[in-house]
């Protein structure tokens, strides 16, 4: 009896041990960018002025000791109608009712088309022609911080979903092939996803995009072997989006302003400097100089 109290002891006592760090795994949606006047600090963007289109990659971070096989990144859409005013939009969407149903083209306006985004759902709903919003929702191979960077993966987004008045989102997901092994964590936060987000003209107020928790958004560890891989629900971090009204005096050049309509704020288009205009004229000078040179010591008449 006694020595079984120990083994559970010891059992219990490593779990707690192993556990621990993995409380630490972290996946964050970040801002990297957007298209006009904006600042960014940690993970939320404060946009001056709406009317631009922000950029927002989901990082993951600190899941040591485990090693990572696959991940899956569930973006909640009812975040893009949290602000005060307005809906944010992913970018590409053209003209989507999500409220429709369609199996077919011919059951959408003309012109439009039924967007299914997977083969074999039973339905979609009608979007515009110009209607490709994988341009802006996507995981990028390529991008140099991926968490499989340089490894052979199966992955991939799904689309089909996005509506923000009965929730929903987009789905990220990527799984190692099994020859490619397993990942450890090394900085920086791992690249596993691209969110592109229109602010149209009509939004205000802060807007929190999050993640859908457990069991939606996980990590899945490989130490254990098939069928009994370790989920790991990793602590989750939105970004914050907060889009402030452009108002002229305000000491910002914000979005839609420029020296025209709000001179305060906005400078006129710099001039070039005399300096640069001087090394222009010289460089012109130095070119039609050997134009001349070359023309004169080709021409035969001459050189005779
Ligand atoms: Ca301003």
């Known amino acids: 009896m006694l020595a079984r109290a120990i083994v ?3 059992v219990f006592f490593t779990c707690a041990v192993v556990a621990t760090p993995a409380d630490a795994a972290e996946m964050a949606l970040v801002p990297v960018s957007a298209s006009g006047p904006h600042t960014i600090v940690g993970n939320q963007i404060i946009l001056h002025g709406a ?8 990082r993951a971070s600190d899941w040591q000791p485990w090693l990572i096989r696959s991940f899956e990144a569930a973006i909640d859409a009812s975040g893009a109608a949290s602000g005060d005013a307005g809906m944010l939009v992913p970018f590409g969407w053209d003209n989507v009712d999500t409220g429709s149903v369609c199996t077919d083209d011919l059951d959408c ?16 709903f009608c979007a515009g022609p110009n209607h490709h919003p994988e341009d802006g929702v996507f995981i990028d191979e390529a991008h140099p911080d991926y968490i499989f960077h340089g490894l052979g993966t199966l992955y991939g ?3 089909s979903v996005w509506r923000p008045e009965y929730g929903g989102g987009f ?9 490619d092994g397993s990942v450890t964590y090394t900085p920086p936060p791992r690249y596993c996803g691209t969110l592109t987000l229109v602010a ?3 939004v205000a107020g802060t807007f929190t995009m999050a993640f ?12 254990t072997s098939y069928p009994y891989y370790n989920i790991i629900y990793p ?38 400097a005399a300096s640069t205009w001087g090394l222009a004229v010289l460089g012109l000078l130095i070119v039609t100089l050997a134009k001349v040179y070359y023309a004169r010591t080709r021409d035969p008449a001459r050189a005779a």
């Open 8 to 10: 559970s002891c010891v």
């Open 51 to 58: 009317d631009q289109i922000v950029t927002l990659e989901i």
């Open 109 to 124: 306006p003309e012109g439009w088309v039924c967007w299914r985004q997977e083969e074999g759902l039973a339905a979609g």
């Open 157 to 159: 987004v799904d689309l």
């Open 171 to 179: 789905r990220y997901g990527a799984s190692l092939l099994m020859s």
């Open 200 to 202: 149209p003209p009509t």
């Open 212 to 223: 859908r928790g457990e069991p939606r958004t996980f990590l899945v560890d490989a130490i």
């Open 235 to 272: 602590d989750l971090t939105p970004a914050l989006i907060t889009v402030n009204p452009a108002v002229c005096g305000n000491g910002i050049c914000d979005s839609g302003e420029d020296a025209s309509v709000c001179p305060e704020d906005c400078l006129p288009p710099p001039i070039p």
